[in-house]
């Protein structure tokens, strides 16, 4: 399965309208081609990075159906949908990305995915876009899920953890960075982000032995985004 990421950066005094668009048309239009659902809809959380910036996530079951829904923004039927999306933002850029071989979301069955959005809870995502260092991809690959991932869900069931990984990607080859990894973790305890920002990691999560240190052999190069899903996001 592809996951289509793209970072739509919205006019702010088009920003409602630009939401419209998406609840009441984009969407449903999509979901009207096979094998095609835009999964979420998110904005970054104001104070946590540019301004007017909106995430979508869309999943296509396979190349044949991201031809499809290509071919559709291309002359097709989301064409002139498509146009409307542009004059609300100043720009959109999308990368085609992966699952890990250890994400624990591989697939998604797109026909439980709501296709008229409705409204519901919010929830918050942390978004990391590392970049590992020139020719340890791989290594990054299989670390992350032998060392990061256990390292997270033991933390969890010991003292609780801020976050729990949903998903791990990587940009597909030809549709983006080429050495990039998204992280893609909710957040299940919000209270846990103010310390974090207002303060220094505790020493034991930069000992030797937790990946905080030992990953520094392979990247120490990434981002972080909080994001917010709209109370409209097909998924949440």
């Given at each position: 399965m592809w996951f289509i990421?793209?970072?739509?950066?919205?006019?702010?005094?088009?920003?409602?309208?630009?939401?419209?668009?998406?609840r009441d048309e984009w969407i449903p239009a999509v979901a009207g081609l096979d094998g095609v659902r835009v999964l979420y809809v998110l904005r970054h959380a104001h104070g946590t990075g540019p301004s007017y910036n909106l995430l979508t996530i869309t999943a296509a079951r396979d190349g044949a159906a991201w031809e499809r829904l290509a071919a559709a923004i291309d002359g097709g039927p989301l064409s002139e949908p498509s146009r409307r999306l542009d004059g609300m933002r100043h720009d959109v850029t999308g990368k085609i990305m992966i699952p890990l071989p250890w994400s624990p979301i591989q697939?998604?069955?797109?026909?439980?995915?709501?296709?008229?959005?409705?409204?519901h809870e919010t929830s918050m995502f942390m978004a990391d876009t590392v970049r590992p260092n020139a020719g340890r991809l791989e290594d990054y690959v299989k670390a992350s899920g032998s060392h990061y991932a256990p390292e997270i869900a033991e933390r969890s069931q010991s003292e609780g953890s801020m976050i729990a990984i949903e998903g791990a990607y990587r940009t597909a080859y030809g549709a983006g960075v080429r050495r990039e990894i998204l992280l893609?973790?909710?957040?299940?305890?919000?209270?846990?982000?103010?310390?974090?920002?207002?303060?220094?990691?505790?020493?034991?999560?930069?000992?030797?032995?937790?990946?905080?240190h030992d990953a520094l052999e392979l990247r120490d190069r990434w981002s972080s985004s909080l994001l917010r899903t709209v109370p409209w996001s097909p998924l949440y």
């Amino acid at each position: 399965m592809w996951f289509i990421h793209e970072l739509h950066e919205v006019r702010g005094d088009r920003e409602d309208e630009l939401d419209a668009s998406l609840r009441d048309e984009w969407i449903p239009a999509v979901a009207g081609l096979d094998g095609v659902r835009v999964l979420y809809v998110l904005r970054h959380a104001h104070g946590t990075g540019p301004s007017y910036n909106l995430l979508t996530i869309t999943a296509a079951r396979d190349g044949a159906a991201w031809e499809r829904l290509a071919a559709a923004i291309d002359g097709g039927p989301l064409s002139e949908p498509s146009r409307r999306l542009d004059g609300m933002r100043h720009d959109v850029t999308g990368k085609i990305m992966i699952p890990l071989p250890w994400s624990p979301i591989q697939t998604v069955d797109l026909d439980t995915v709501p296709h008229l959005p409705a409204e519901h809870e919010t929830s918050m995502f942390m978004a990391d876009t590392v970049r590992p260092n020139a020719g340890r991809l791989e290594d990054y690959v299989k670390a992350s899920g032998s060392h990061y991932a256990p390292e997270i869900a033991e933390r969890s069931q010991s003292e609780g953890s801020m976050i729990a990984i949903e998903g791990a990607y990587r940009t597909a080859y030809g549709a983006g960075v080429r050495r990039e990894i998204l992280l893609w973790q909710r957040v299940v305890e919000p209270r846990a982000l103010v310390p974090l920002i207002t303060r220094e990691l505790p020493e034991r999560y930069r000992a030797p032995g937790t990946w905080m240190h030992d990953a520094l052999e392979l990247r120490d190069r990434w981002s972080s985004s909080l994001l917010r899903t709209v109370p409209w996001s097909p998924l949440y």
